[in-house]
């Protein structure tokens, strides 16, 4: 299988980050299943072509809002190209985007579907799509350069949406690599609707559930408890 190189639409140094980021073949775990579950999709996603590379980000590239997630799913982001686009955790994600005036409109199914982010740009933790969406902790510091990279160059940043503890912790440790200030964020805990302030210069750190099936179809998130969460992203950008 041909690695497919970077064609979005960022240019300059965020552009040449996306295709350093889609070349790397440096986790030989998640290398072999992004592209395994590629040739054993599931009935559903016969037929389909999948991405089965690292994942970019999108976006943005002078959004104030900075979303970032846990990493690609199998069938979602590994197959589109994209982060959150292609499965249900894109669909409510992108829903609650819509509501908030965050994107274009309410549903992110294709790579070239027509969406927009409005002031955001969306990222992860790790980039490539790990088996039961659990990279492991080496796989995310392999990664982290990337996300420290993307924290460098998007510097109108003033709120991070952190969805889910991994990508909490993951974006704490990219902050401390970037800045090279080891004691930012220590301590500090990850919870619904909690926010948190890092110190001057730095984005303000809010946190969500993930959207993935496991907290929506249980109810631990619900559409509204995101929303609220938005409306304070929102605010906190308007202030
Ligand atoms: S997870 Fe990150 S570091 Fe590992 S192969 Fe994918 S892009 Fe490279």
Redesign the pocket.
């Known amino acids: 299988m041909t690695t497919p190189t970077y064609d979005g639409p960022l240019t300059g140094a965020l552009g040449a980050l996306q295709r350093r ?1 889609v070349a ?4 030989p775990r ?2 072999e299943h992004r592209r395994r579950v590629a040739v054993t999709p599931p009935a559903r996603h016969r037929g389909s072509a999948y991405w089965a590379a ?1 994942v970019p980000g999108n976006g943005d590239p002078h959004a104030r809002l900075l979303i970032v997630g846990l990493a690609p799913a199998s069938h979602g982001s590994n197959r589109t190209a994209r982060m959150f686009t292609g499965d249900p955790s894109a669909d409510f994600l992108t829903a609650a985007l819509h509501r908030a005036g965050f994107a274009s409109q309410p549903a992110s199914r294709h790579r070239d579907g027509g969406l927009t982010l409005r002031g955001a740009f969306v990222t992860a933790a ?3 799509a790990p088996p039961q969406d659990k ?1 492991t902790p080496a ?1 995310l510091a ?2 982290r350069p ?1 996300l420290a990279e993307e924290l460098r160059l998007l510097t109108k940043v003033r709120v991070v949406l952190a969805l889910g503890r991994i990508a909490f912790d993951g974006y704490l440790r990219a902050v401390r690599q970037a800045t090279g200030v080891d004691g930012i964020g220590r301590g500090l805990a990850f919870g619904h609707g909690v926010n948190h302030l890092l110190g001057e210069g730095l984005p303000a750190l809010c946190c969500s559930y993930h959207p993935s099936p496991r907290n929506t179809n249980t109810g631990r998130l619900t559409a509204s408890s995101l929303d609220a969460v938005l409306a304070a992203v929102r605010a906190r950008l308007d202030a």
């Open positions: 980021i790397c073949d440096a986790c998640l290398v690292p790790g980039r490539c990279p796989e392999a990664c990337f």
